[in-house]
């Protein structure tokens, strides 16, 4: 079996659901170092400190034959001081643990250059939350769900951009951590997953992402999300992404904002 | 005495002998610039970024010597004619980043043809051009427009040399 080969930075780094992509949003490229002739993988952690609470998340992904990737996340969503505010008790944390699986459909991002035609992947991530009794109480239905997405992904190597967009069938609520479907809305909505960046170098990406989230819990409105974003290949195995991230206002607390920053570790 | 001197004039020869190799004989093929499998990219900002000619020649010197050394390719290059292979890559770079030059080499199918060449080559290769573009300290935006003419060649090399 052979492993690595890949280009720099062409595999993606973790998004904040543990699949190949950027830091909101899931891309169409496939994670690992390998080439369509071999198996590959990755290790993330991430943290992510906003203005009333803060996650961590590490989990990793294998991807096969640059052509399939299959992801494991475990998150936890920590309220801190914030939770004696809410009525949950102080560092009260909601965890997740997030399961992907993404399929190339076709198209190619990198080699294509002659043609605008994107890389098209399709996936689904099946979320599971452990907070069933917090989830109820704030309108929420489930405390599990499946977000359906299909992502397209282009590099324009002669203007050095990268260039994705997503749309993602789902119900969740604050990614998942407050649970699934609510009592506003209960059903699925498509929502949009967009992101441009432009590369300084073959080892570093810079740009800013943009992701709608529905909005259906009737306790607190959920808003839009965006990122500023750098990801830097440090090695050819090791990189690092570093972004100012805002989340909108999050249960009832206003304007959540703050920093991500999560190391890969491919192979 | 005798002997050492002639061991040294031996030598000397086996180290000049690279100066004075001469390109082998190849298959005929009908030259053309549509060979290089690819337009030039308009203007010649890109060929003045590699520093023209010279430039060009230092890349290319860099990127032999990196894929002759590189476990991943060095097998591949074992038999390699360096003289043809040195020419025809700095016209085949000279006339895709807009310089004023013409390729005489074959087209990208025939050149790699039965090599069984995998991505991982690929890839490398692309790698260690990059390096020698940087060392010759050419912007990564030129940098990165001359290989978004490159890339699209994984068919006609990678795919085709499957055969
Ligand atoms: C964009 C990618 C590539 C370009 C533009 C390119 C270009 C060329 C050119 C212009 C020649 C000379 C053709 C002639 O003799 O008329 C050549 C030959 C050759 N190429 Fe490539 N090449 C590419 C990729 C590769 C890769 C990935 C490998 C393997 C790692 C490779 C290995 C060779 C070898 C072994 C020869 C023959 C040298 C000899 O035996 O004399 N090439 N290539």
């Known amino acids: 079996m052979q492993f690595g080969?890949?280009?720099?930075?062409?595999?993606?780094?973790?998004?904040?659901?543990g699949a190949g992509g950027g830091g909101l949003s899931t891309w169409?490229?496939?994670?690992?170092?390998?080439?369509?002739?071999?198996?590959?993988?990755?290790?993330?952690?991430?943290?992510?400190?906003?203005?009333?609470?803060?996650?961590?998340?590490?989990?990793?992904?294998?991807?096969?034959?640059?052509?399939?990737?299959?992801?494991?996340?475990?998150?936890?969503?920590?309220?801190?001081?914030?939770?004696?505010?809410?009525?949950l008790g102080k560092n009260f944390a909601f965890d997740q643990t997030v399961v992907g699986a993404k399929l190339r459909l076709f198209g190619d991002a990198v080699y294509a250059q002659d043609s605008w035609m994107p890389q098209v992947a399709a996936g689904l991530q099946y979320k599971m939350n452990d907070?069933?009794?917090?989830?109820?109480?704030?309108?929420?239905?489930?405390?599990?769900?499946?977000?359906?997405?299909?992502?397209?992904?282009?590099?324009?190597?002669?203007?050095?951009?990268?260039?994705?967009?997503?749309?993602?069938?789902?119900?969740?609520?604050?990614?998942?951590?407050?649970?699934?479907?609510?009592?506003?809305?209960?059903?699925?909505?498509?929502?949009?997953?967009?992101s441009a960046g432009y590369l300084v170098s073959r080892r570093l990406l810079v740009g800013a992402e943009y992701r709608t989230k529905p909005d259906n819990l009737g306790f607190a409105h959920e808003n839009s999300a965006y990122d500023l974003l750098a990801a830097f290949a440090i090695t050819h195995s090791l990189s690092a992404t570093a972004a100012y991230v805002n989340l909108g206002d999050i249960a009832t607390f206003r304007n959540q904002r703050g920093f991500y920053i999560s190391l890969q570790a491919g192979f | 005495m005798m002997m050492r001197t002639a061991l040294l004039?031996?030598?000397?020869?086996?180290?000049?002998?690279?100066?004075?190799?001469?390109?082998?004989?190849?298959?005929?093929?009908?030259?053309?610039?549509?060979?290089?499998?690819?337009?030039?990219?308009?203007?010649?900002?890109?060929?003045?970024?590699?520093?023209?000619?010279?430039?060009?020649?230092?890349?290319?010197?860099?990127?032999?010597?990196?894929?002759?050394?590189?476990?991943?390719?060095?097998d591949i290059f074992k038999a390699s004619d360096f003289e043809r292979l040195r020419r025809t890559l700095i016209e085949?770079?000279?006339?895709?980043?807009?310089?004023?030059?013409?390729?005489?080499?074959?087209?990208?199918?025939?050149?790699?043809?039965?090599?069984?060449?995998?991505d991982i080559h690929f890839n490398a290769l692309v790698q260690h051009l990059e390096d020698a573009m940087n060392k010759e300290g050419v912007p990564f935006r030129d940098q990165a427009r001359l290989l978004a003419k490159f890339a699209p060649m994984r068919t006609p090399v990678v795919d085709a040399s499957q055969n």
């Open chain 2, 92 to 118: 085949d770079f000279c006339y895709v980043s807009g310089g004023p030059c013409h390729y005489t080499g074959m087209d990208m199918k025939t050149a790699h043809q039965h090599m069984g060449l995998q």
């Open chain 1, 28 to 87: 169409a490229l496939i994670t690992g170092n390998e080439t369509r002739d071999g198996v590959g993988g990755q290790v993330y952690g991430t943290y992510v400190g906003l203005s009333d609470y803060s996650l961590n998340e590490f989990g990793g992904g294998v991807g096969l034959f640059d052509r399939g990737e299959i992801s494991l996340s475990r998150q936890t969503f920590d309220t801190g001081a914030t939770g004696a505010k809410l009525g």
């Open chain 1, 5 to 17: 080969g890949k280009l720099d930075l062409t595999r993606g780094v973790a998004n904040v659901e």
């Open chain 2, 9 to 74: 004039a031996a030598a000397a020869l086996l180290i000049a002998a690279p100066a004075f190799a001469e390109e082998q004989p190849v298959k005929p093929y009908v030259q053309s610039d549509a060979n290089a499998g690819t337009k030039p990219i308009a203007g010649d900002a890109v060929f003045k970024a590699l520093h023209g000619q010279e430039g060009i020649g230092r890349i290319v010197d860099d990127l032999i010597a990196s894929l002759r050394t590189d476990p991943v390719t060095a």
């Open chain 1, 131 to 194: 907070r069933t009794a917090i989830i109820h109480a704030v309108g929420g239905k489930d405390d599990t769900g499946v977000d359906y997405y299909v992502a397209a992904t282009k590099i324009l190597l002669d203007q050095s951009l990268v260039l994705n967009g997503t749309l993602r069938e789902t119900r969740a609520n604050q990614f998942g951590f407050l649970g699934f479907g609510g009592d506003r809305n209960s059903g699925y909505s498509t929502q949009f997953e967009g």
